[in-house]
């Protein structure tokens, strides 16, 4: 198939604006790229690309390729994976983002596990707690904690995630515990940059009270924000699971637990389509047969593992 690894080298050039890096990525030769474009450019009859000493970039022709060679290349992708569905196989590369504190400390024996049991499939997992557009960032799905807006994606839910105010006893020893959610207007609120809302959300006699933390310090990284609680620079809002080992040892305690914050979920979600890919179903049944008796872990409590399946 000339003219599908044609287009393939085309789009991959495109996107790096460089032969080298293309080359690289498709772990072929740079005499190789250049004689698959031109061999690319002589089937269309137009120069797709203009070359300089500082790189490559699209001509208009070749702006009006790319779009429909990537619709190509994934629908000829899309139609390896329902084939290979048939027979069982789950086939080519799944592109995972996953919030990195979650990731390190729950999902890498997870993958893990998912990568053996689909020795066909290569798994490109992203770990990060920035929110990334699956979309333009050709994600295939993402594991989301939080409180999930209304979109078009598609939303599986996984399991619940208690979430805790917590703070070092140093720290409450020299600034008073507080009793009550507005009494955080008053202290260091370790603040989470990718919060949508900006609040922090309580349950106080059963109604929702939600303040917006005050603090001079903040971070997209939940573990980051944990480590400033544990030495003392102010009151963290977080998932159980990150604070299991610094409860248990008494680097943080727990405030506020008469005023416990609403559960979370934590979701596999993947872009729109009436097209599931295979390798997308196939991770989704994974979480939901494996992270469900990771549930216990997730919420904080000791002495459980993981159920054998």
């Not at 009006?64 to 086939?91: C, F, P, T, Y």
């Not at 993958?111 to 707690?129: T, Y």
């Not at 619940?160 to 008053?186: F, I, N, W």
Request: glycine residues 8%; charged residues 25%; neutral net charge.
């Amino acid at each position: 198939m000339d003219e599908i690894e044609d287009m393939t080298t085309f789009v991959e050039v495109v996107r790096g604006l460089s032969l080298s890096r293309a080359a690289e990525s498709l772990h072929i030769s740079k005499s190789m790229v250049s004689r698959r474009l031109t061999r690319l450019e002589e089937g269309f009859g137009a120069r797709l690309l203009d070359r300089t000493t500082r790189g490559v970039r699209p001509t208009e022709a070749g702006i009006e390729l790319l779009e429909r060679a990537e619709r190509i290349l994934d629908e000829m992708q899309q139609a390896r994976e329902a084939v290979a569905a048939h027979s069982g196989a789950v086939l080519g590369t799944l592109r995972v983002t996953v919030p990195q504190s979650l990731g390190s400390r729950r999902m890498g024996n997870l993958f893990a596990e998912f990568a053996a049991a689909h020795p066909q499939l290569a798994l490109d997992v992203d770990f990060d707690d920035r929110v990334k557009d699956l979309i333009d960032n050709k994600y295939d799905a993402a594991i989301r904690i939080g409180q999930m807006p209304d979109s078009s994606f598609i939303i599986r839910q996984l399991l619940p995630v208690k979430v805790m105010c917590l703070a070092s006893p140093s720290y409450l020893a020299a600034h008073g515990t507080p009793q009550e959610p507005r009494d955080l207007y008053g202290h260091e609120c370790l603040r989470y940059l990718n919060s949508r809302s900006g609040e922090w959300e309580f349950l106080s006699n059963g109604q929702p009270v939600r303040i917006r933390p005050k603090g001079r310090m903040a971070s997209s990284n939940g573990e980051a924000l944990l480590d400033w609680a544990i030495h003392g620079y102010g009151v963290v809002h977080a998932p159980s699971f990150l604070a299991e080992e610094a409860l248990a040892d008494g680097r943080l305690v727990q405030i506020l637990e008469n005023d416990a914050a609403p559960e979370l979920s934590m979701c596999v979600m993947r872009p729109p389509g009436g097209f599931v890919p295979a390798k997308v179903r196939a991770l989704t049944d994974f979480l939901v047969a494996n992270m469900g008796v990771c549930q216990v872990v997730l919420q904080g409590e000791k002495g459980a593992g993981r159920r054998k399946t």
